[in-house]
């Protein structure tokens, strides 16, 4: 187990040597570990190499000049300039709030980004202005829509967070496919077969092997097939695609750059937009209601909800939100779990950037 | 088959002879048949008895003072005044489309209202003002979020209608939950099981009896199960659910009215808002790019997923929005299949309301 301020201290040293401004660097650390904190590895520490690759790719600028392009009173256009989607996303983020200051609500729409970490903790920084977050990102094609052979979506995440009152907030925040691709490595590490419902083959047909990705096949929507309401998934996963890519100006459907493939930027002249995209709101509450009412209904919702008799064999129903922050109350405590090879990875950056990585050495 | 103009003139008179003034007549008419026309049923022509009723038992107003009770330039909340949610939902969308051409984007939350159709009728408004709109309710609780054995949510549909440029605009319209009420009611006419991860029993556990929700059991959020993404599922409608019902001060939850059950008014001292709630938006598209180009990056964004590789034994990968399109075109030609119960129905109304209906006696 490592604790999460020393991972936090050694990704803000990596992001410094990468040449990020200080407070950028802190802030790019910041996103990263909440993503450990809160239970999703795969966005975490363990992509720290991948932004190291991005730059020394020059698909990363570590001193961007985020801009708005285009505005009204409630809406604004970032371009964010190449930088990492972990800083411009809080930054557009901010832009979004002080709009809601203004006029009720604030969307912007960012387009030359890249990838942004977990859309959940940029939601969340609406929370302490009384206003609801929302954050969504489309991302590099793995998925199949429904009926499609071809990878034409990512897993295009949406993340909604709602202040209560003396409960802890409402954070809802899910990839619009059946399961994360993070949840498939677990399975191939562990040799075990995926649910129905989650891979198709190369050749479309619904599959079970966790390794499907790689060999041609795709991730698949929310709902798995159209029987389970897979068209549903495709549905919301075009809509996050639309909102980050086609409103903004960024790439959409196949054109989304993938994370971190080397050979990428070939094909950058046939591009319909500017690196990847995200689209991000804040509303105020009192824009709506007084806030000290919506606080209490809103606890009258979630304890409603808790309290709601368990189906047999779970414990509890539970609020979008708790496992997150049950796991991040406690890995604050206890540290965070790194598999052998980001350890690995990680000290090989340590030696790479002459940084200090005692606290590797287990 | 019934022509939709018979069926649109018919509900028209009966909302007239419940009360409605004459254009709330037949814009709830309008709203009314698209349901029918877009193949969405359940929606349509056979609910009119169900509005009848609720006017019956003063839980419709018919002449509903629809007023806005808060507002900022980009948000407002509407009371309905217990109006039909098929002339409140437009009202509200209308303010969103003025606020949008002032500040962007507009939001409205609307309380005190009722059952409103199709969302996707309601988000589609956007359209002709080169808007994208978005639309959803919440509605009575059918509907058990991920590990609960309680019916806590409604099947609390999200449209989202997105203009393009010589392509038809795309058209979400989906609700939160593995299947539609109305899918389980074609499967109990046929006495055919439900497939797995649409229903639970009275006991929480997985059922396919298609029968199950009115034994005691539930409808299954989009997933299904944990294992398929329910908790996804369950996150979508509690959003829905959140900001129709908690955002507006209409009821949420396990308080909001079902559609037409004649006793439930008797707990009206318990309940936590008013009516049903719903919520509108409307993002003006040059509020973030020129409409031009927007308008052409979306045909290329539908041409590209349209002309994607199908999957062995499927036609073409769909947009969203062109099935229901497509049944819209060829039933505005040859008519609307309708039931017999529905058409027995529609004639107790004709009796009941002294409406000629010579068109039903086929």
Redo the contacts between chains.
């Keep these: 187990m490592y604790s999460s301020e020393s991972l936090q201290q050694f990704a803000r040293q990596v992001f410094l040597r990468m040449g990020c401004p200080e407070a950028d660097a802190l802030l790019a650390s910041e996103v990263l570990i909440s993503a450990d904190l809160r239970g999703v590895d795969s966005h975490g520490i363990a992509r720290l190499n991948g932004y190291v690759r991005l730059a020394g790719l020059n698909r990363v600028n570590p001193v961007p000049a985020v801009r708005v392009v ?1 505005e ?4 604004a ?1 970032v371009d964010g300039d190449a930088g990492l989607g972990l800083v411009v996303a809080p930054a557009a983020m901010r832009i979004a709030i002080e709009k809601a200051k ?4 604030g ?1 912007v ?1 960012i387009r030359n980004s890249n990838h942004f970490g977990i859309a959940g903790y940029h939601a969340m920084l609406a929370l302490p202005h009384d206003m ?1 977050g929302l954050c969504m990102t489309n991302a590099g094609p793995l998925v ?7 990878k ?1 979506l990512g897993t295009n995440p949406i993340a ?1 967070a ?1 202040p209560a009152g003396q409960e802890p907030p ?1 954070v ?1 925040d ?6 994360a691709y993070g949840k498939l490595e677990l399975l191939q590490r562990k040799e075990l077969p995926a ?1 129905t ?1 989650w891979v ?1 083959d190369a ?3 619904p599959d079970t092997d966790a390794h499907a990705v790689r060999k041609g096949g795709a991730l698949l929507p ?3 097939d159209r ?3 897979s ?6 996963g ?2 996050v ?2 909102f980050s890519g ?4 960024a790439n ?3 054109w989304v750059p993938p994370f971190a493939t080397a050979g990428f930027m070939a094909s950058a002249a046939q591009l ?2 500017a690196g990847t995209g995200h689209f991000v709101g804040a ?3 009192d ?3 007084p806030a000290e ?2 606080r209490e ?2 606890d ?2 979630i304890r ?2 808790r309290k ?5 064999g ?1 414990a ?3 609020i ?1 939100g708790d496992p997150e922050r049950q796991l991040a109350e406690e890995r604050s405590k206890t540290g965070i779990p790194l598999l052998p090879p980001v350890v690995e990875n990680l000290r090989e950056l340590a030696g790479k950037f002459g940084i200090d990585a005692e606290f590797l050495k287990l």
Tied chains: 1, 2.
């Design positions: 285009h009204t009173p409630g809406t256009v203004q006029v009720g609500t969307w729409a609801i199949a829509p429904t009926f499609s052979k071809d034409l909604v709602v409402f809802a899910l990839a619009t496919t059946t399961a649910p419902g198709q050749a479309g047909k929310l709902g798995g029987e389970h309401g068209h549903k998934g495709y549905c919301l075009a809509v695609d639309i086609v409103l903004s100006g959409y459907g196949p319909v937009g509303m105020r509450v824009a709506f209601r009412e919506f209904q809103m009258n919702w409603t909800f709601a008799t368990p189906v047999p779970a509890q129903v539970l979008p």
